[in-house]
Each structure stands twice: as structure tokens, then as C-alpha cells.
């Protein structure tokens, strides 16, 4: 029922709307009362969402000096270990000294082989503080060493993944105590392939000059098989190594060099990724099931032929923005500590290499990997979902920064 409509003229004063109210029926009267009360409830309902818009500027004004004071921090620390990484390049016995003092890393040879197995450092700078004869840097030298992981692999195969974690010195010194330290810590992850150490040693320095001579053009007389074969006659404890493993090792660095990092040069792309390892990965149409080295790095899962991670070997990558994870349940034993990462809405945008070494777009919904524990697939979920949780976060920050920068006159502190 609506009110009639009155004629009513102004009133300037409480008498006025008395008398105006004794005109009206009590059914108009009742609606009126209802009109206030419902005016009053109306009113009261503005005061507390005024009272909660208050408190959540309040909030947001906390958070976004929070986040300010945050990105000033980092800004700084960024910027400090910008001009760290620069001192250790420059003199990297002075340059561990500063990390040290700036409290970054203790003074440990533990800490300091991390920070040089780890931190975006020129590889010539580390190959040379590692090279040093002093004690404390031959300590570091067996930590550094440590930081690898040679079980099961071959003796070509450790020296391709430990060459490439630095830039070996020149000095025949240095090389040799380098070596003698790979060859001591390579037997202790694979004791019974040689006798003693010393073997590995020998064997170690002769395949290096093996590759020196295959591939630098300067070399004209290239060593043969067999005189390579020649060469490491009785090393292994008076006894000759079986002709199968020095034929491996011969064929292997003929078809590929070791691949030493240039002067002053990084591989960006994969140093210090946020995880890698060997994962089992199921074919898409093709069922197979391949065993690659997975390296998880700013949102991205990339996967190698082997774990030399090298631009070559690389064989597909699946970006993760948008996509998801989750365990397998174990139905049968070929799809042990499995876990798939999958879209909820359709192809994931990745790409791969085809037999013919094409790059083409994959064509997968999901994409169903196998670790080779229960812990080891649990970590890779974990960190796999952290990876897609920050990309999540940095782009809503960039995307807050974008919208805050269009609009005139809009409130942008902390969002930068």
C-alpha cells in the first residue's frame, strides 16, 4: 500500500508537523511510523559500514607502510649484495671477507662453499679462491667438492656436472690439488669402481688432457684409442683398467668437449634453481616413460636429457602460472611416489623438442611424474607449489602498480 499523496506545506517548526500529522488517518500514521523506523534502521546500517570502511583504511594504510618499509629492505639488501658479489669477483679472498663481515654467511668452510656453489658468482672468481693452496680455502675446496652429488655416476659424467660449477684454474698447481680432492670424494661416492683413489686421480687428469687434445684446434696430432688406452696402462693399482671402461670414457669426450664456463660469463638461466632432480615423466599420447632431470626455476619446470643442464639437452619446459598439483593415489607399482601437474581449463601452454629436434607446442592437460620417494615427490609439491604461489603474488602486485598508475588521483602508497 502507498501513502496518498498530500499536499503539504513546509513546515518550520515541530508545531507545524504535529498538525500536519493529526491529518492523517492512522493507517497513514502507521506507514509513516514505519518510514522512520525504517529511515533510522537505514541510517544506522551507513554509520557501521562507515565504522568498518574506516577500520579497513586503517588496515590497508598499516599494510601498505608495511609493505613500503618491506620493499625498501630488500631494495637495500638486493643492492648491497649487488656490490658483494662485485667485491668477490673483483678480489674474492677480500670479497668472502666482506659477506663475512656483513654477516650474509658465517666464517665457515661449510658457508662460504654454499655461498660459491649457490650465489650468482663469476666461475673464474671461484675457481681461482678455490684454487688457493691456503688452508682454509683447501677446507672450502672439500666442502665445495661435497656439495655435489657423484653416486652412480660415471667418472666423464661427474667431471661434465663438477667442470661446470667453476672455472678450473691454469696453474698445473692448483689443477692438480683441485683433482687429487674431486678424485678422493668421487671414490667415496663409488668405492668399488676403482682401487684406490689415486687411480681416479690419474684417470681424472687423463681424460682432461684427453679433451684438451681432441678439441683444441692447435692439437695436430690427435691421441687415438688406443694410444689413449696406452696411456693408462697399469694405473689402477699396478692392474689395467678393462679396455670397455676406457673406450666409454674415450668415445664419450671425442663426441662432446666438457663444456667450461667462459670468462666472466653465467648460466642465468638455470643457476640456483629452486629445485632439480631426476623425475620419471609419462608421455602424453605415448605412454612411455622417460627418465629426465627436472629443474624448477621462477615458475617453470624445465626438463633435461641429463643433469649437465646444458642448453643442448634441454628437451621441454612446462610454465606453472595457473596451473595446479596434486599426490597420485598408488594403484599399481609402475606409478609409485607419482604426482601430476594439471589445468583446470584446458592445453597447458608448454613447449617441447620433437624427433627431429623442432620446437613444437606440447599437448598435454596434464603432466603425470613419478619421484623416486614418498619425501622426494612430497618436497617437489612443495615447492612446486610455493613457485606458483609467488608468481600468483608478484603478479598481483604488478597488476595493483598498473591499475594504481591509470587511474589520476588514485591513493598508491605501497604499491610499488
Not at 650468482?120 to 656439495?147: C, P, Q, V, W
Request: a negative charge.
Amino acid at each position: 500500500m502507498s501513502l496518498p499523496v498530500i499536499a503539504i506545506e513546509p513546515v518550520t517548526s515541530m508545531n507545524h508537523m504535529a498538525e500536519v500529522e493529526s491529518r492523517l488517518s492512522e493507517e497513514e500514521r502507521r506507514l509513516l511510523s514505519e518510514i522512520r523506523a525504517q529511515k533510522e534502521s537505514v541510517l544506522d546500517k551507513i554509520k557501521e559500514l562507515q565504522r568498518q570502511i574506516a577500520d579497513i583504511d586503517s588496515e590497508l594504510e598499516f599494510l601498505n607502510e608495511v609493505n613500503e618499509k618491506e620493499d625498501r629492505r630488500d631494495k637495500e639488501i638486493e643492492k648491497r649484495k649487488k656490490a658483494l658479489i662485485k667485491a668477490f669477483n673483483d678480489k674474492p679472498s677480500d670479497g668472502i671477507k666482506q659477506w663475512v663481515a656483513e654477516g650474509y654467511i658465517s666464517d665457515t668452510p661449510e658457508d662460504i662453499a654454499k655461498l660459491l656453489f649457490t650465489e650468482k658468482l663469476h666461475k673464474r672468481s671461484i675457481g681461482d679462491y678455490l684454487g688457493e693452496g691456503k688452508e682454509a680455502n683447501i677446507a672450502t675446496l672439500k666442502a665445495f667438492i661435497r656439495l655435489h652429488e657423484f653416486t652412480g655416476k660415471s667418472l666423464v659424467d661427474a667431471l661434465r656436472v663438477f667442470l661446470w660449477s667453476f672455472h678450473l684454474p691454469g696453474e698445473a698447481q692448483k689443477i692438480d690439488r683441485i683433482m687429487e680432492l674431486f678424485a678422493s670424494y668421487f671414490c667415496e661416492c663409488n668405492p668399488e669402481m676403482f682401487k684406490n683413489s689415486d687411480t681416479c686421480y690419474v684417470l681424472a687428469y687423463s681424460v682432461i688432457m684427453l679433451n684438451t687434445s681432441l678439441h683444441n684446434p692447435s692439437v695436430k696430432d690427435k691421441p687415438t684409442l688406443d694410444r689413449f688406452i696406452l696411456m693408462n696402462r697399469g694405473i689402477n693399482d699396478g692392474e689395467n683398467l678393462p679396455r670397455e671402461i676406457l673406450e666409454e670414457l674415450y668415445e664419450s669426450i671425442k663426441k662432446e668437449a666438457f663444456k667450461v664456463p667462459d670468462k666472466d660469463q653465467l648460466d642465468e638461466t638455470f643457476f640456483n634453481p629452486e629445485r632439480e632432480g631426476w623425475l620419471t615423466k609419462e608421455g602424453g599420447k605415448v605412454k612411455n616413460k622417460r627418465h629426465r632431470w627436472f629443474i624448477l626455476k621462477d615458475c617453470v619446470l624445465y626438463y633435461f636429457k641429463n643433469d649437465t643442464a646444458q642448453d643442448e639437452d634441454l628437451i621441454g619446459n612446462i610454465p606453472l602460472e595457473n596451473l595446479k598439483v596434486r599426490e597420485i593415489p598408488e594403484k599399481s607399482s609402475d606409478k609409485l611416489h607419482a604426482f601430476e601437474v594439471y589445468s583446470e581449463t584446458g592445453i597447458i601452454k608448454a613447449w617441447k623438442k620433437d624427433s627431429e629436434n623442432k620446437v613444437v607446442k606440447g599437448n598435454h592437460s596434464r603432466y603425470l611424474l613419478m619421484a623416486s620417494s614418498k619425501e622426494e615427490r612430497e618436497e617437489w609439491i612443495k615447492c612446486i607449489v610455493k613457485s606458483i604461489d609467488d608468481a600468483v603474488y608478484n603478479g598481483f602486485r604488478q597488476r595493483r602498480r598498473r591499475v594504481a598508475n591509470e587511474i589520476p588521483g588514485v591513493y598508491t602508497r605501497g604499491f610499488a
